[in-house]
C-alpha cells in the first residue's frame, strides 16, 4: 500500500485548490497511473467547469453517498471517464444538484468510501470544499488523508481565511502540523514575504500564470501548458510529484 494514496487538496477561495488537482491528475497519468479526482465542492459543482463536454448525466458523488450500500460496482457506474486518457476517472455533484438535493449520509459511510476507493486506483485526490463547517465530506477527508496540501492564496483574503478555519482544525486527528503548505498566486514578492512570515513558513510556492487562468476559464485544464512564462507554474507541480507522490 502506498504511504500517500489519498491526497486531500483543500484551503482558501480561490487558492488554485481544483487547477492544483487536475495538474497532478494529469502529470500522474502521463506515468500510467490510475488516478480518480473527487470534487467535493457541493456549494459550486466543479464538474461542468472542468469538464463542459463529458457527459455526466445520472453520475453524482451524492447519489453515490446516498447508496443504502456502498460497493466497487456502484463507485465504478458513477465514476466519469475522459475519452482521450484511460488513466483519470472523476466523480462530483452534477448540474443543479446543491446540499438539499440528497439525504445526509454517515461518517461511516465516509470511511467505507474512502477504503474501497484505496481499491479502485492507484492514487485518489480529493479536492476539497473551502467551508469545512458545512461539509462532513472535505472534515473527514481532511482527517483520513494520507497527505493534506493546505494551499492559501497570496493576498489578504487568503490570510483572513486561514485565520478563521485553521483553528478549526486544531485537534490532534487532524494533523495540521503535517500539512503541506503551499501558497499560491505568487505575483507580489513583497506580498510573498509577509504572507510566508504570517503563515509561520510556507513548503512551496506557485506563482500566477496566465495561460493556466485562460485554461480554466475555456474549459481546458488537461491541455499542456507551453508558454514560456508558464515553466515556473510547470516545475512547482514537479516539485510536487516528487515531493507527495514521490514520481
Not at 47 to 74: C, F, N, W, Y
Not at 191 to 196: I, Q, R
Not at 226 to 239: E, L, P, R
Request: net charge neutral; with cysteine; hydrophobic share 40%.
Amino acid at each position: 500500500m502506498m504511504n500517500s494514496q489519498i491526497i486531500a487538496i483543500w484551503g482558501s477561495p480561490s487558492s488554485g485548490k481544483t487547477t492544483t488537482s487536475v495538474k497532478l491528475a494529469k502529470a500522474l497519468s502521463e506515468k500510467k497511473k490510475n488516478v480518480i479526482v473527487v470534487f467535493a465542492d457541493i456549494i459550486v459543482p466543479t464538474l461542468l467547469t472542468i469538464l463542459p463536454t463529458v457527459d455526466s448525466e445520472g453520475k453524482s458523488l451524492g447519489r453515490l453517498l446516498a447508496e443504502p450500500e456502498l460497493t466497487q460496482e456502484t463507485i465504478l457506474k458513477n465514476l466519469i471517464t475522459m475519452r482521450k486518457n484511460d488513466y483519470i476517472s472523476f466523480l462530483g455533484y452534477g448540474k443543479a444538484e446543491n446540499k438539499f438535493t440528497y439525504a445526509k449520509y454517515s461518517k461511516d459511510k465516509i470511511i467505507d468510501f474512502m477504503v474501497l476507493l484505496r481499491h479502485l486506483s492507484d492514487y485518489v485526490i480529493i479536492d476539497c470544499s473551502s467551508i469545512i463547517t458545512d461539509d462532513l465530506f472535505t472534515a473527514m477527508t481532511l482527517e483520513i488523508a494520507d497527505k493534506v496540501l493546505r494551499l492559501s492564496s497570496c493576498d489578504i483574503k487568503g490570510l483572513s481565511y486561514m485565520s478563521s478555519y485553521l483553528p478549526l482544525l486544531s485537534e490532534r486527528r487532524f494533523g495540521i502540523e503535517k500539512h503541506i503548505k503551499i501558497l499560491s498566486n505568487t505575483n507580489d514578492s513583497m506580498l510573498k514575504s509577509e504572507m510566508t512570515e504570517s503563515l509561520s513558513g510556507i513548503d512551496l510556492y506557485i506563482p500566477y500564470v496566465k495561460e493556466l487562468s485562460d485554461q480554466y476559464l475555456y474549459g481546458e485544464l488537461f491541455q499542456t501548458l507551453t508558454t514560456k512564462g508558464s515553466k515556473a507554474y510547470s516545475n512547482a507541480i514537479d516539485k510536487l510529484m516528487k515531493g507527495v507522490f514521490n514520481e
